[in-house]
Structures are given as structure tokens and as C-alpha cells.
């Protein structure tokens, strides 16, 4: 179970870095005027979020959901867990945002400032920090 454990916070931490960097991929392109800039940050974003982000999101979940079913029927009187795999859910609504303004830039749809991206880039950190208090003390 400890290896189950340890390749889930390996797969967390790799996902969360994409997290981090993403948007912030989004402020620079946001501010790009020229074309070469324009499509190596689509080049960037495209492997950040299909080869990093999504890999490390999906592992996470698996290997999370490996370690619930070691005890689920005690998981579920536990309310720190529901509330923890509630941030779980919301992180996957704003991972799959990310991926609908990584199409926007890719079609060049883009709406929002670079302040926006600079904005949402700091919605992860919130997320982190509640995930790893709920797993760690559970309250």
C-alpha cells in the first residue's frame, strides 16, 4: 500500500506542476504579439497539458482511487475524505477550464488579458493547500 501511496503523491506533484505552469504559459501567450511566439506557446501548452498534466491527473486518480479501496466502507464515515475529493472534483472542473482556454489559444479564440491567466494561475495553490491539510490532518 505504501507504494500505491508514494506513486500517487509522485503522480500529484507532477500534475499540480502543470498546474503551476500552465496559466502561466497563458500570460505570456496572452502577451505575444509576434507569430513565431504565438505557435511555440501552442506548441508548449499543447505538450504541458497532453503530455504531463493529463497523464499526471489520470495516474493521481487511479492510484487514489487504488488507496480508497483499501477501506472504502471506513473512507466513507470519514468527512475530511469527502470534503478532500470534493477539491478533487472542483481541481478536475479547472484542469478541464485550462483545457478549454488551451483550445481557445490553439484557434486563436483567446479572450482574456494576461492579467486574467495571472489571476487563475493562483487557483491551484488554494486547492493544494486544502487537499494536502485534509489528507495529512484530517480534520
Given amino acids: 500500500m505504501l507504494w500505491i501511496k508514494a506513486l500517487h503523491i ?15 504559459l497563458f500570460v505570456y501567450h496572452a502577451e505575444a504579439q509576434d507569430e513565431i511566439s504565438q505557435a511555440r506557446f501552442k506548441i508548449m501548452e499543447r505538450k504541458l497539458y497532453y503530455g504531463i498534466m493529463a497523464p499526471g491527473a489520470i495516474l493521481t486518480l487511479l492510484f487514489g482511487v487504488w488507496l480508497l ?3 472504502f466502507q471506513a473512507y466513507l464515515k470519514m468527512t475530511w475524505i469527502h470534503a478532500k475529493l470534493s477539491l478533487v472534483f472542483l481541481l478536475l472542473i479547472y484542469h478541464l477550464y485550462l483545457g478549454k482556454c488551451l483550445q481557445d489559444f490553439n484557434y486563436n479564440k483567446n479572450k482574456h488579458s494576461a492579467t486574467f491567466y495571472r489571476w487563475i494561475n493562483e487557483i491551484p495553490v ?3 493547500i486544502g487537499i494536502v491539510i485534509l489528507a495529512v490532518v484530517k480534520p
Fill in 10 to 24: 509522485i503522480f500529484m506533484v507532477t500534475w499540480f506542476a502543470g498546474l503551476f505552469y500552465l496559466p502561466r
Fill in 69 to 71: 479501496s483499501f477501506g
Fill in 126 to 128: 488554494v486547492f493544494l
